[in-house]
């Protein structure tokens, strides 16, 4: 190992660390951001260390993410992370792929994405949706994305599904839902409405009426 400014370690040699020693050179800055670093971490302890690693080392991190294989238990803990803003969270999710999302990470994705814009790859963003069960912010999530993108029918369709009963009747053609009346429900039908994927829609004594395209 070699020893350089400060006490700073700068590399690994050998692996004869136990995971407290090393948590012990994380939590004192004694170890450099470098790939080497990254990797042996990642390769060599839980995804805890390396978060604690990334954490301490945050600003050389965001500048040199690449040192890093990201993955779905990574970004799970990144984003629970308190040393992370929802800017900088944002920038680890673009960097995963649709086969990195599992539930507890499409709960994350979506609750950030309630918050702070984040132009995601379209996979990426149904997956997140389709995992979650958060129905609530998956509707906020929808209305945000259908009113600030330009998305064809098909894209459309497919995030829609990703809703349960009655919001997923919304993509069959000629059927009337009856939508639970909330904010949140007016806002996205309102802008189904403005792109012209339904036809109309009525409020009544038990929610939101909607009329669906009709069969060509």
Known sequence: MTLFKTWTYSSFSTDDYEEDRINELIHYSMLEYTEQNANFIQNNYSVYSLVAYLENK???????PEYVSMNGDLATELLKSAVFSDHEKADIVKRLQDTDINESLAELIVSLLT???INLDPKVLQTSLMYSKNTPNKITVISYTLGNQGLDNSLVNKLLKTLPAPYRDLTNLGKKPLIPYDNNNERLINILQQIGF????NKEEKGIRVYTKKKI
């Open 198 to 201: 339904i036809s109309s829609f």
């Open 58 to 64: 945050k600003e050389d991190f965001l500048k040199s």
């Open 115 to 117: 918050k702070i814009k």
